[in-house]
C-alpha cells in the first residue's frame, strides 16, 4: 500500500516492542512483558485514535478503554481507507501489528520504540518490524533502563523522527 497522506492534520506515529533482532511477537503474543512499557504506551495514547489490525485485537481480547480504537483487516476496513477518512488533530497511533507496521512504515511521521535487550522466549519470534532506515529516521529522543521493576533485562524508550518532517 502507498497511500499519500499530505493533507492530514494529525501526526501518524507507530509505537512498537522490538528486540534486538527487530523481533515483535511469537504466536500472537509480545514477546516480553515490562510494566514500565505498558505505562508508556498508556500515556502515549490515551484520548487518541489507536490502529490496529484483526489479530491485534484479537491478542488484546477487548478495545484499550480511553481510546478510539479502529480495527482494519483484509475482509473488512480497509487500511487506506481509513487513513484517509481520520479527521483527528494531534496524534494517531498505529498499534500494530507486523502487516500493519509494514504497511505503514513509508507514511508515518514519529516511530515511538522500546529497544528490549533481552534473551529471545523459547521458540524465538514470529513476526518482525520492518527496518529503521538511518537515512531516514533521526533518534529525537531516548530513555534507557538498566532493568524494570520486575523485568531483568535492560530496554530504552526512542523516539524517531522521520528526516525532514519537523
Known amino acids: 500500500m502507498k497511500t499519500e497522506l499530505t493533507k492530514k492534520s494529525f501526526t501518524l506515529s507507530i509505537v512498537a516492542v522490538l528486540g ?5 511477537g511469537a504466536s500472537n503474543k509480545l514477546l516480553w512483558h515490562i ?8 500515556a502515549l495514547t490515551m484520548g487518541h ?10 491478542s488484546l481480547g477487548k478495545p484499550l478503554p480511553g481510546r478510539n480504537n479502529v480495527v482494519v483487516s483484509r475482509s473488512g476496513r480497509d487500511l487506506a481507507d481509513v487513513l484517509a477518512g481520520l479527521t483527528d488533530s494531534g496524534e494517531v497511533f498505529i498499534i500494530g501489528g507486523a502487516e500493519i507496521y509494514r504497511q505503514t512504515i513509508d507514511l508515518v511521521d514519529k ?7 533481552a534473551p529471545l522466549p523459547e521458540g524465538g519470534a514470529d513476526v518482525f518490524f520492518p527496518p529503521i532506515d538511518p537515512g531516514e529516521w533521526k533518534e ?7 532493568r524494570g521493576v520486575t523485568f531483568p533485562f535492560p530496554f530504552s524508550f526512542v523516539t524517531y ?3 525532514g518532517k519537523q
Open 20 to 24: 534486538p533482532g527487530r523481533e515483535l
Open 35 to 42: 510494566s514500565e512499557d505498558l505505562k508508556h504506551f498508556k
Open 49 to 58: 485514535t489507536i490502529i490496529m489490525g484483526r489479530k491485534t485485537y484479537e
Open 111 to 117: 516511530l515511538y520504540i522500546t529497544h528490549v535487550q
Open 140 to 146: 529525537t529522543e531516548r530513555t534507557d533502563h538498566p
Open 161 to 163: 523522527q522521520r528526516i
